[in-house]
Protein backbone atom coordinates (compact mmCIF):
# COMPACT_ATOMS: atom_id res chain seq x y z
CA UNK A 1 0.00 0.00 0.00
CA UNK A 2 1.30 3.51 -0.55
CA UNK A 3 1.86 5.99 1.41
CA UNK A 4 -0.62 8.00 0.16
CA UNK A 5 -3.13 5.57 0.14
CA UNK A 6 -2.38 4.32 3.71
CA UNK A 7 -2.21 8.42 4.77
CA UNK A 8 -5.62 8.28 2.70
CA UNK A 9 -7.08 5.82 4.73
CA UNK A 10 -6.20 6.83 8.37
CA UNK A 11 -7.94 10.42 7.33
CA UNK A 12 -11.16 8.92 6.36
CA UNK A 13 -11.26 6.59 9.93
CA UNK A 14 -10.71 9.70 11.95
CA UNK A 15 -13.64 11.51 9.97
CA UNK A 16 -15.99 8.84 10.02
CA UNK A 17 -15.67 8.37 13.58
CA UNK A 18 -15.24 11.87 14.36
CA UNK A 19 -17.83 13.13 12.31
CA UNK A 20 -19.90 10.37 10.05
CA UNK A 21 -21.35 8.37 13.31
CA UNK A 22 -22.05 11.11 15.56
CA UNK A 23 -23.94 12.62 12.67
CA UNK A 24 -25.43 9.70 11.38
CA UNK A 25 -26.78 8.97 15.10
CA UNK A 26 -28.64 12.61 15.18
CA UNK A 27 -29.99 12.64 11.72
CA UNK A 28 -31.38 9.13 12.21
CA UNK A 29 -33.18 10.73 15.55
CA UNK A 30 -34.09 13.46 13.75
CA UNK A 31 -35.40 11.96 10.80
CA UNK A 32 -37.12 9.63 12.94
CA UNK A 33 -38.74 12.48 14.92
CA UNK A 34 -40.19 13.80 12.10
CA UNK A 35 -41.57 11.03 10.96
CA UNK A 36 -43.43 9.99 13.85
CA UNK A 37 -44.70 13.34 14.44
CA UNK A 38 -45.99 14.10 11.22
CA UNK A 39 -47.17 11.01 9.87
CA UNK A 40 -49.85 11.31 13.73
CA UNK A 41 -51.27 14.53 12.12
CA UNK A 42 -50.65 14.15 8.35
CA UNK A 43 -50.87 11.46 5.53
CA UNK A 44 -48.12 8.87 6.06
CA UNK A 45 -47.54 8.46 2.05
CA UNK A 46 -45.81 11.53 2.10
CA UNK A 47 -44.30 11.97 5.66
CA UNK A 48 -43.89 8.29 5.89
CA UNK A 49 -41.36 8.59 2.62
CA UNK A 50 -39.36 12.33 2.27
CA UNK A 51 -38.11 12.35 5.33
CA UNK A 52 -36.23 8.84 5.61
CA UNK A 53 -35.20 9.36 1.59
CA UNK A 54 -33.70 12.58 2.05
CA UNK A 55 -31.82 11.14 5.31
CA UNK A 56 -31.24 8.17 3.31
CA UNK A 57 -29.25 10.07 0.39
CA UNK A 58 -27.35 12.28 3.44
CA UNK A 59 -26.06 9.36 4.42
CA UNK A 60 -24.64 8.04 1.52
CA UNK A 61 -23.08 11.77 0.58
CA UNK A 62 -21.40 11.78 3.88
CA UNK A 63 -19.93 8.81 3.82
CA UNK A 64 -18.77 9.48 -0.09
CA UNK A 65 -20.55 6.25 -1.31
CA UNK A 66 -22.14 7.52 -4.72
CA UNK A 67 -25.32 5.47 -6.25
CA UNK A 68 -26.18 4.52 -9.63
CA UNK A 69 -29.33 4.12 -11.18
CA UNK A 70 -30.55 2.39 -14.22
CA UNK A 71 -33.30 1.02 -15.35
CA UNK A 72 -36.38 3.82 -13.75
CA UNK A 73 -37.82 3.67 -17.24
CA UNK A 74 -39.54 0.74 -16.17
CA UNK A 75 -41.53 2.29 -13.01
CA UNK A 76 -44.64 3.39 -14.52
CA UNK A 77 -46.32 6.60 -12.78
CA UNK A 78 -49.12 5.81 -9.87
CA UNK A 79 -48.88 2.34 -10.88
CA UNK A 80 -48.17 0.17 -7.60
CA UNK A 81 -45.69 -2.44 -8.08
CA UNK A 82 -43.89 -5.22 -5.43
CA UNK A 83 -40.06 -4.50 -5.68
CA UNK A 84 -38.30 -7.57 -4.85
CA UNK A 85 -34.21 -6.69 -4.38
CA UNK A 86 -31.39 -8.70 -3.14
CA UNK A 87 -29.58 -7.71 0.40
CA UNK A 88 -26.24 -6.37 0.51
CA UNK A 89 -25.87 -4.78 3.38
CA UNK A 90 -27.36 -1.77 5.63
CA UNK A 91 -26.60 0.55 2.56
CA UNK A 92 -29.11 -1.18 0.67
CA UNK A 93 -31.86 0.37 2.77
CA UNK A 94 -30.15 4.42 1.96
CA UNK A 95 -29.85 3.46 -1.60
CA UNK A 96 -33.62 2.44 -1.92
CA UNK A 97 -34.91 4.68 0.18
CA UNK A 98 -32.36 7.57 -1.37
CA UNK A 99 -32.76 6.74 -5.16
CA UNK A 100 -35.90 4.64 -5.71
CA UNK A 101 -37.87 7.98 -6.05
CA UNK A 102 -41.47 6.03 -5.51
CA UNK A 103 -43.19 6.07 -2.29
CA UNK A 104 -43.57 2.42 -0.96
CA UNK A 105 -43.45 0.68 2.30
CA UNK A 106 -41.10 -1.68 3.30
CA UNK A 107 -41.92 -5.63 4.50
CA UNK A 108 -39.40 -5.95 7.51
CA UNK A 109 -38.65 -8.16 10.03
CA UNK A 110 -40.67 -7.51 13.64
CA UNK A 111 -37.54 -7.68 15.38
CA UNK A 112 -36.70 -4.22 13.96
CA UNK A 113 -39.86 -3.13 15.39
CA UNK A 114 -37.98 -2.58 19.23
CA UNK A 115 -35.26 -0.28 17.70
CA UNK A 116 -35.28 2.94 19.54
CA UNK A 117 -36.82 5.79 17.57
CA UNK A 118 -36.30 4.07 14.43
CA UNK A 119 -39.18 1.22 14.97
CA UNK A 120 -41.71 3.55 16.17
CA UNK A 121 -40.97 5.90 13.07
CA UNK A 122 -41.35 2.86 10.50
CA UNK A 123 -44.84 1.80 12.52
CA UNK A 124 -46.00 5.24 12.18
CA UNK A 125 -45.15 5.13 8.53
CA UNK A 126 -47.44 2.39 7.89
CA UNK A 127 -44.60 -0.17 7.01
CA UNK A 128 -45.34 -3.69 7.57
CA UNK A 129 -43.34 -5.52 10.17
CA UNK A 130 -43.63 -9.79 9.53
CA UNK A 131 -43.03 -11.90 12.72
CA UNK A 132 -40.85 -14.80 12.12
CA UNK A 133 -42.30 -18.52 12.68
CA UNK A 134 -45.84 -17.01 13.30
CA UNK A 135 -48.27 -18.10 10.41
CA UNK A 136 -51.15 -16.17 11.38
CA UNK A 137 -49.77 -13.33 12.71
CA UNK A 138 -47.51 -13.26 9.32
CA UNK A 139 -50.99 -13.59 7.36
CA UNK A 140 -51.89 -11.17 9.05
CA UNK A 141 -49.44 -8.34 8.16
CA UNK A 142 -49.19 -9.43 4.69
CA UNK A 143 -53.11 -9.14 4.83
CA UNK A 144 -52.35 -5.19 5.98
CA UNK A 145 -49.93 -4.88 3.38
CA UNK A 146 -52.40 -5.52 0.45
CA UNK A 147 -54.74 -2.87 1.57
CA UNK A 148 -51.81 -0.83 0.97
CA UNK A 149 -51.03 -1.18 -2.22
CA UNK A 150 -53.07 1.01 -4.09
CA UNK A 151 -52.99 4.24 -6.21
CA UNK A 152 -48.80 4.26 -6.71
CA UNK A 153 -47.89 3.02 -3.43
CA UNK A 154 -45.41 -0.32 -3.36
CA UNK A 155 -43.92 -2.28 -1.21
CA UNK A 156 -40.15 -3.12 -1.08
CA UNK A 157 -39.31 -6.47 0.29
CA UNK A 158 -35.79 -8.40 0.58
CA UNK A 159 -36.73 -12.08 -0.05
CA UNK A 160 -33.55 -13.37 1.05
CA UNK A 161 -34.49 -11.89 4.89
CA UNK A 162 -31.48 -11.07 5.83
CA UNK A 163 -28.17 -9.26 4.58
CA UNK A 164 -25.65 -11.98 3.05
CA UNK A 165 -22.63 -13.08 4.55
CA UNK A 166 -20.57 -13.89 1.48
CA UNK A 167 -22.00 -11.06 -0.98
CA UNK A 168 -23.42 -13.69 -3.27
CA UNK A 169 -27.61 -14.03 -3.37
CA UNK A 170 -29.10 -16.23 -1.35
CA UNK A 171 -32.32 -18.54 -1.41
CA UNK A 172 -35.68 -16.21 -1.63
CA UNK A 173 -38.87 -16.47 0.90
CA UNK A 174 -42.32 -16.72 -0.93
CA UNK A 175 -44.08 -13.98 1.20
CA UNK A 176 -43.74 -10.79 -1.90
CA UNK A 177 -44.77 -13.02 -4.17
CA UNK A 178 -47.62 -14.01 -2.86
CA UNK A 179 -48.87 -10.71 -2.21
CA UNK A 180 -47.79 -9.83 -5.53
CA UNK A 181 -49.97 -13.15 -7.07
CA UNK A 182 -52.91 -12.29 -4.69
CA UNK A 183 -53.39 -8.70 -6.15
CA UNK A 184 -51.78 -9.52 -9.44
CA UNK A 185 -49.64 -7.36 -8.98
CA UNK A 186 -46.40 -6.35 -11.01
CA UNK A 187 -43.01 -7.47 -9.24
CA UNK A 188 -39.90 -5.68 -10.38
CA UNK A 189 -36.51 -7.24 -9.26
CA UNK A 190 -34.06 -4.75 -8.36
CA UNK A 191 -30.45 -5.97 -8.51
CA UNK A 192 -28.31 -4.08 -5.94
CA UNK A 193 -24.63 -4.25 -6.71
CA UNK A 194 -21.38 -2.62 -4.78
CA UNK A 195 -23.09 -2.42 -1.12
CA UNK A 196 -21.57 -5.80 0.37
CA UNK A 197 -17.94 -3.93 -0.74
CA UNK A 198 -19.35 -0.62 1.02
CA UNK A 199 -20.17 -2.22 4.19
CA UNK A 200 -20.24 -6.31 4.58
CA UNK A 201 -22.04 -7.66 7.24
CA UNK A 202 -20.65 -7.78 11.05
CA UNK A 203 -18.57 -4.54 9.68
CA UNK A 204 -18.63 -1.42 11.48
CA UNK A 205 -16.75 0.74 8.89
CA UNK A 206 -17.85 2.02 5.49
CA UNK A 207 -15.72 1.64 2.18
CA UNK A 208 -16.58 4.71 0.51
CA UNK A 209 -16.89 3.76 -3.64
CA UNK A 210 -20.09 3.08 -5.94
CA UNK A 211 -23.79 1.53 -5.69
CA UNK A 212 -25.20 0.38 -8.08
CA UNK A 213 -29.57 -0.48 -8.35
CA UNK A 214 -30.63 -2.21 -11.53
CA UNK A 215 -34.19 -2.20 -12.24
CA UNK A 216 -35.23 -4.59 -14.71
CA UNK A 217 -38.19 -4.72 -16.39
CA UNK A 218 -41.59 -5.56 -14.63
CA UNK A 219 -42.61 -9.40 -14.43
CA UNK A 220 -46.33 -9.85 -14.83
CA UNK A 221 -47.65 -12.17 -11.94
CA UNK A 222 -50.68 -13.17 -13.66
CA UNK A 223 -49.34 -16.06 -15.28
CA UNK A 224 -48.40 -17.66 -12.07
CA UNK A 225 -51.18 -17.69 -9.85
CA UNK A 226 -50.58 -21.21 -9.03
CA UNK A 227 -47.09 -21.86 -9.59
CA UNK A 228 -45.06 -19.45 -6.83
CA UNK A 229 -41.81 -21.26 -7.24
CA UNK A 230 -41.79 -20.64 -11.00
CA UNK A 231 -42.39 -17.32 -10.35
CA UNK A 232 -39.95 -17.11 -7.50
CA UNK A 233 -37.40 -18.78 -9.58
CA UNK A 234 -38.19 -16.04 -12.78
CA UNK A 235 -37.03 -12.84 -10.44
CA UNK A 236 -34.32 -14.42 -8.55
CA UNK A 237 -32.60 -15.41 -11.48
CA UNK A 238 -33.21 -12.04 -13.21
CA UNK A 239 -31.43 -10.19 -10.34
CA UNK A 240 -28.50 -13.05 -10.19
CA UNK A 241 -28.12 -12.54 -13.90
CA UNK A 242 -27.63 -9.09 -13.99
CA UNK A 243 -25.57 -9.53 -10.80
CA UNK A 244 -22.96 -12.08 -12.53
CA UNK A 245 -22.69 -10.05 -16.03
CA UNK A 246 -22.65 -6.62 -14.63
CA UNK A 247 -19.17 -7.68 -12.67
Not at 30 to 39: F, K, S
Not at 158 to 170: I, M
Not at 191 to 207: C, D, L, Q, W, Y
Request: glycine share 6%.
Amino acid sequence: MSILKKAGRILYSIYYWLFYIPFMAVMTVLAALVTTVMCTFFNDKIWGFYPSKIWAMLMCYVAFVRVDVKGREHIEKNQSYVFVANHQSMFDIYAIYGWLNVPFKWIMKKELEAIPFVGKACKSAGHIFIPRGQTKAAKKCIDEAKKKLVNGLSVVIFPEGSRTHTGEVGAFKRGAFQIATDLQLPIIPITIKGAFEVMPRNSSVVHPQKIELIIHPKVETSHYLENHNDLVQIVRQSIVDDFINNK
